[in-house]
């Protein structure tokens, strides 16, 4: 019996030969010469358009109005979010549905590596701070907010498998699309704030994070995630200890009561649930810190490749990106309108983006979007541009942001065995009719 096979899994095994299936392109032929003839008006067809700028589509790309419409099953009353798997829980939010400056509590991601506790009352939670110290901390949410100064700041927070669908050949893994970032308004005290109250000892070298959760096994002599970040991350003025988001108690799944907020690095690094931060000589060696979790080859590899566990790095600062927020994929303007204002975000893990350029003809010209700055160091950037059209038919709109490092979004990333990191350019559908 033949198997059949989805568009986005035709893509990945044989992008070329995936031409030829889906659009009748024959082998052989590269797709610029395609879009000349027949394979041009099948691809419109399927497209219900003209492509003005086909000439320049790249070989193998699935056509953003085609792979957007590759949804994964949502759950019904869950606030628009899609669900990867419910054990642990993970769920990321529509690109459309991050638009807010601040994500509401109800668009926000989720992320779980284990069974969240069941009793999250704030009443008796306590937070222990110990190891390389000079006194160990025993403290409430009370003595936390009573003892420290209490800050509130917009930050952004990402998994470092955000666009691990996006990589050929496929990483395992959950795969998460865009939607697994948030910028919510975090309050809390500054970690460092309550590591230099416990007396940091010369030989603090890395932090190690526990949470309440529990191993999916059951197990309760297994733990489902525990990592931690070096002392000058864990000491910088943005890395919170957080009891509120946007104004309101930590939702259960994004870690009621406490967690701690790492921005710019990988979410892992953020416990949820957090019980207690011990300050450690070494490295932390807990669950998920040993390569390959949250790691990456130390040098370019061949897609597909096997690495050494030896030629691993952990991930620390997240690479530069953005998000097209507005329109939603597949927006059809009006007949006789050919101006379109499009919007976004964008973010670069411990760097600051320093503008954002959009395409509407697959790369060939590059315009550049008004880009603001951010609020606080760590929030992500609005960009707002204006795009005209030259005519009507089926556009994609790319984004591309640059950092301060001059470090710029691809339009493929490095591949690598787990899937982490991909910054990819995002890209969105527009039909023009007229």
């Known amino acids: 019996m033949k198997k059949e096979r989805g568009l986005r899994e035709l893509y990945e095994q044989d992008p070329i030969a995936a031409d030829e299936a889906v659009f009748g392109r024959r082998s052989g032929h590269d797709r610029r010469g395609f879009l000349k003839g027949a394979g041009l008006a099948a691809m419109g067809a399927a497209l219900g358009s003209t492509l003005p700028f086909g000439r320049t589509m790249p070989a193998g790309l699935i056509p953003a109005a085609l792979a957007d419409s590759l949804e994964d099953f949502v759950i019904e009353g869950k606030n628009g979010l899609t669900v990867l798997n419910d054990k642990p829980v993970n769920a990321e939010t529509p690109p459309h549905l991050l638009d807010d400056d601040i994500t509401p509590i109800k668009h926000y991601f989720i992320r779980n590596n284990g069974v969240p506790p069941q009793d999250i009352s704030p009443d008796g939670w306590r937070l222990t701070v110990d190891g390389e110290v000079n006194e160990a901390l025993d403290l409430s949410i009370q003595d936390l907010a ?3 100064e209490v800050v509130t700041l917009r930050l ?15 990483a395992s893994g959950n795969q998460w699309t865009t939607g697994a970032i948030g910028n919510a308004e975090w309050t809390g005290v500054r970690m460092r704030d309550v590591l230099n109250a416990a007396g940091i000892k010369d030989s603090a070298l890395y932090t190690a994070h526990y949470g309440a959760d529990s191993h999916l096994s059951g197990d309760p002599n297994k733990r489902p995630i ?12 943005h890395t919170l200890i957080v009891w509120q988001m946007n104004g309101q108690d930590i939702h259960p799944m ?17 416990q949820k649930w957090l019980t207690r931060i011990q300050v450690r000589d070494v490295i932390h060696d807990g669950t998920k810190m040993a390569a390959p979790s949250y790691s990456v080859p130390m040098y370019s590899v061949q897609p597909g490749a096997e690495v050494e566990t030896s030629d691993f790095k952990v991930i620390e600062s997240m690479p530069v990106k953005s998000l097209i927020t507005y329109p939603r994929s597949g927006h059809r303007l009006p007949t006789g309108h050919r101006i379109l204002r499009v919007r976004g975000h964008a973010w670069s893990g411990d760097d600051v983006v320093t503008a954002l350029d959009i395409s509407y003809d697959f790369g060939a010209t590059w315009t550049r979007a008004d880009l603001q700055a951010p609020p606080n160091r760590y929030s992500w950037q609005r960009w707002e541009a204006e795009i005209t059209f030259p005519t009507k038919g089926y556009y994609e709109i790319w984004a591309r942001a640059t950092n301060h490092r001059g470090q710029q979004q691809p339009f493929v990333p490095p591949w690598n065995p787990k899937g982490y990191l991909n910054n990819a350019m995002h890209r969105i559908a527009v039909m023009v009719p007229a």
């Open 226 to 237: 525990s990592r931690g970040v070096p002392i000058w991350k864990a000491m910088d003025p």
């Open 254 to 270: 994004n870690g009621a009561p406490l967690r701690i907020l790492c921005p710019g690095w990988p979410g892992s690094t953020s």
């Open 156 to 170: 952004q927070h990402e998994c470092g498998g955000n666009g691990r669908a996006g990589f050929n050949p496929p």
């Open 146 to 148: 009573d003892r420290f």
